[in-house]
């Protein structure tokens, strides 16, 4: 770039280029790639590209017995069930080869998935790591296949992890893989009690600080999280009807970037969602209550939510009971849109993503194996 302009200058263009274009830029110095590299620049670079998209997978129903995943992207707005779906071209080779593939969480810009692989007849789990937006994805080996998994980008230095909690069976039932350190190794924070039970696949939601897994003590729901930057455990207690509601009428995911509760109930022949509001002060959390879904169906599932806090829900068809379609509720107005994917029942992941420059260093498809530092 000209060297008459001002540094500060150069910087404010290069935050308004697509990712593609600023990789590019990286190469043209030490200094800019110093800049580039930065966690201030990566976080005002995302702070300034809050473009949000919505990725949906799912299981294309007319390919009965082999499996079709379809991957598709679009524009996350007020009117985005209108728009036009983009291929997502750039699909981690990885995906293929795991089964029971389910998404962990997302994060900064980042999309955290975890599947089962055969090495040797044996069963392995593998978590991968994967920026959309730059095609880059890297693969994780997990310690073990039985623990549930979180996945979170550090808020001060931008360095993403994965956290695996809750096999006790296991040596270290609580490890943390970090990708700045390529290791699997204990949290050096309080650790959560062995009393607690963590289901292995499970909604995980992560906002800009914390993990919080849906979690389970002694016959009582409650939300466990992860503090990233302390690497502190924590119980949350939830409102009476979660807390002591049926185990699986519970689920957690993210609204307005806090936590949301799902609290699921039958009601006559419709099926009503609950949607509580994790709010926190300088020293306690509670919930309040934002609204409740009312769906004409029992077989209604929230996915997650669109960037204006619209529930996203897959909704069985009823006449073929193997198929769903993907709608959107409107909570104003009560009223179901549908977005026009169908896929397999029980296939549909949907998460929120925006541009970000994590990944840009590391190669196409790396795959990281496992070391324990005790």
Request: hydrophobic content about 40%.
């Amino acid at each position: 770039m000209a060297d008459n302009i001002p540094f500060e200058i150069q910087i404010e263009i290069v935050k308004r280029l697509p990712v593609k274009s600023v990789a590019i830029f990286r190469s043209i110095s030490k200094a800019c790639k110093s800049m580039i590299d930065s966690p201030l620049f990566i976080a005002n670079y995302t702070n300034f590209h809050q473009h949000h998209r919505l990725l949906i997978r799912y299981e294309f129903v007319n390919t009965f017995p082999e499996k079709e995943i379809k991957y598709v992207s679009i524009v996350d707005n007020d009117t985005f069930s209108q728009h036009e779906f983009d291929k997502v071209c750039n699909v981690p080779v990885s995906f293929k080869l795991l089964n029971k593939l389910y998404l962990v969480s997302t994060s900064q810009g980042l999309l955290c998935f975890s599947g089962i692989s055969q090495e040797d007849g044996c069963d392995e789990e593998t978590a991968v790591i994967w920026n959309p937006k730059l095609g880059k994805s890297i693969a994780v080996d997990v310690p073990c296949i039985f623990a549930a998994l979180g996945f979170g980008v550090r808020p001060d230095n931008f360095d993403p992890m994965i956290v695996m909690v809750g096999n006790v069976a296991h040596p270290k039932p609580v490890m943390l893989f970090t990708l700045s350190s390529r290791v699997w190794r204990v949290p050096c924070g309080n650790l959560p009690p062995k009393y607690i039970y963590f289901p292995k696949v499970s909604p995980v939601a992560t906002d800009n600080r914390c993990i919080y897994w849906k979690a389970f003590k002694w016959h009582i729901n409650l939300v466990v999280s992860f503090d990233m930057v302390s690497e502190n455990f924590m119980e949350i207690n939830l409102p009476h009807s979660v807390a002591h509601g049926t185990y699986h009428d519970f689920s957690v995911s993210k609204i307005k970037e806090s936590l949301a509760l799902l609290e699921y109930s039958d009601d006559a022949e419709k099926r009503v969602c609950g949607v509580w509001m994790m709010v926190e002060d300088c020293v306690s959390k509670s919930f309040t209550k934002l609204f409740t879904v009312n769906t004409p169906s029992f077989e209604t599932k929230v996915l997650g939510f669109s960037k204006n806090d619209q529930p996203i829900m897959e909704k069985v068809i009823a006449k073929s009971g193997v198929a769903s379609s993907l709608v959107v509720y409107q909570p104003c107005t009560r009223a179901i849109e549908n977005v026009w994917i169908i896929g397999r029942r029980g296939s549909f992941f949907v998460s929120s993503y925006t541009a970000t420059l994590l990944l840009l260093d590391e190669l196409d498809e790396q795959s990281i194996k496992i070391q324990l530092q005790f």
